[in-house]
């Protein structure tokens, strides 16, 4: 899978320090704020210098920008139940389509359970062979064969195909670890399923996605020679290579134990739920000195993209601006030099001493039972404390702006009755997250800083 504008595994280890050692958005809104306007970002995409790395199974010649389509474009962005943007979302994979983009990444699950209606419906409209479509296998909640067949047969549906070309179980590594993972794909006939429709070609390419217990990630890869895994699908990004949290597994690793099998790494969350999109202005300003035209986000996207191995890098692109900006950085690929990942992994050391919660937006802790927008919660905390509006003391010398700002931003990010107060503590989140935050109490710490700010004390 290798072209001429990656770099060879070896390569890329030994960049890293690792000698011959064995060792992820998406954008959220497309306001001006976030708008990276440079004198190459105006330059249109070139169609014809997307980047493609090849699966080794199938031989399938797949983007290097993959899109993820969990978060299509709303009616109202402001409204996290208003009804799907079909025609913005038909045009955005029309253009994505057209500059080279052929992998789309979706699940059940996903948008409240119609991101595959609504990919489907986009997709269509373009010739079968134009385009790869993913999607998984959502059985957290019910492991008997009887759910997961027709959770299988039910995206052929809403997707309108005849075959899938990846297919995922999805978000291995939770619950009991390993037990669970027998339960949900082994012990049910799942797995036996699943590989009599790879052989009858209605599944071309068989693989899964990991969260959580390394254990698990682990005793999968032991299956490989039962279940011939044809890609994996990890989380990846130049914090989580070496510094990822929670039970989270540095992707340094995982990436690793894949290529030793000849395994292609799908990545997701290359800008951590977005959070390496835009980054306090210190952070800005070392990574312009070294690239002044080229977005911030770009810089996650080269380093997701530069290993080998990797099949594809998704990203969730809500408007045409994503997509033109990561087109530019995939069209084609310049592989992070030594000097860049040195910076990239001092940037990952100086943005771990910021207190940033650890949530992608996956949204899988929705709905909360009691209408909080956890998301939007964590979202616009971590927003604040990229821009400098979080702060402990009314002796700091911006207090008073940092206070205006995080108020308002909330009130207007986040509707009143949604916020962190609301929260009772009921934890019927907690167990769905895949980045393993203890929800409850990061909502406790959110409000207890809110009413601190509100009455202008210490917090």
């Given at each position: 899978m290798k072209d001429d504008k990656t770099i060879s595994r070896r390569e890329f280890l030994k960049r890293f320090g690792l000698g011959a050692a064995v060792t992820t958005a998406a954008l959220t809104g497309c306001a001006p704020k976030n708008r990276q306007t440079t004198a190459k970002a105006a330059a249109e995409p070139d169609a014809s210098k997307m980047t493609y790395r090849t699966t080794p199974t199938t031989g399938d010649r797949v983007s290097l920008l993959g899109y993820g389509c969990m978060r299509w474009p709303l009616i109202d962005p402001k409204d996290r139940n208003s009804p799907y943007d079909?025609?913005?979302?038909?045009?955005?994979?029309?253009?994505?389509?057209?500059?080279?983009?052929?992998?789309?990444?979706?699940?059940p699950v996903y948008g409240r359970g119609l991101s595959e209606r609504v990919t489907g419906i986009a997709l269509k409209r373009h010739p079968r062979e134009k385009w790869f479509i993913a999607t998984k296998l959502s059985n957290q909640r019910d492991f008997t064969i009887e759910f997961a067949k027709d959770m299988y047969y039910k995206s052929f549906k809403e997707l309108q195909v005849d075959y899938i070309d990846y297919y995922l179980l999805h978000s291995i590594g939770g619950g009991d670890g390993i037990e669970t993972f027998k339960k949900r794909f082994v012990e049910n006939g799942v797995m036996d399923f699943l590989m009599k429709e790879r052989e009858a070609g209605r599944?071309?390419?068989?693989?899964?996605s990991f969260h959580g217990d390394v254990k698990t990630f682990d005793y999968a890869l032991t299956q490989h020679d039962k279940y011939r895994?044809?890609?994996?699908?990890?989380?990846?990004?130049?914090?989580?290579?070496?510094?990822?949290?929670?039970?989270?597994?540095?992707?340094?690793?995982?990436?690793?134990?894949?290529?030793?099998?000849?395994?292609?790494?799908?990545?997701?969350?290359?800008?951590?739920?977005?959070?390496?999109?835009?980054?306090?202005?210190?952070?800005?300003?070392?990574?312009?000195?070294?690239?002044?035209?080229?977005?911030i986000a770009s810089w996650a996207f080269r380093f997701a993209g530069t290993p080998e191995h990797v099949l594809t890098v998704l990203s969730g692109m809500t408007c045409q601006e994503h997509i033109e900006d990561n087109l530019r950085t995939y069209s084609p690929l310049d592989p992070c030099t030594d000097e860049e990942l040195e910076l990239l992994e001092d940037t990952a050391q100086r943005y771990l001493k910021y207190p940033i919660i650890n949530c992608t937006d996956c949204q899988y802790c929705m709905p909360c039972p009691y209408g909080i927008d956890i998301p939007g919660v964590f979202g616009h905390y971590n927003k604040s404390v990229n821009e400098g509006n979080v702060s402990t003391s009314s002796g700091d010398e911006n207090y008073r702006k940092a206070r205006r700002a995080f108020l308002v931003g909330y009130d207007r990010s986040v509707p009143k009755l949604r916020q962190a107060a609301h929260?009772?503590?009921c934890n019927e989140c907690v167990e769905h997250c895949p980045q393993h935050i203890k929800i409850p109490q990061q909502m406790q710490k959110i409000d207890a800083y809110v009413e601190a700010l509100k009455q202008g004390k210490e917090f």
């Open positions: 079909q025609e913005t979302t038909n045009a955005l994979v029309d253009y994505a389509i057209e500059h080279g983009v052929n992998y789309f990444d979706t699940a599944i071309r390419n068989l693989g899964f895994w044809d890609f994996v699908q990890i989380q990846s990004n130049y914090i989580d290579w070496r510094h990822a949290s929670g039970r989270n597994v540095n992707a340094e690793y995982l990436y690793n134990e894949l290529a030793k099998l000849n395994i292609p790494s799908v990545i997701m969350e290359p800008l951590l739920g977005g959070r390496l999109a835009s980054l306090n202005d210190h952070l800005t300003a070392r990574m312009k000195s070294t690239r002044p035209e080229e977005s929260c009772i503590g």
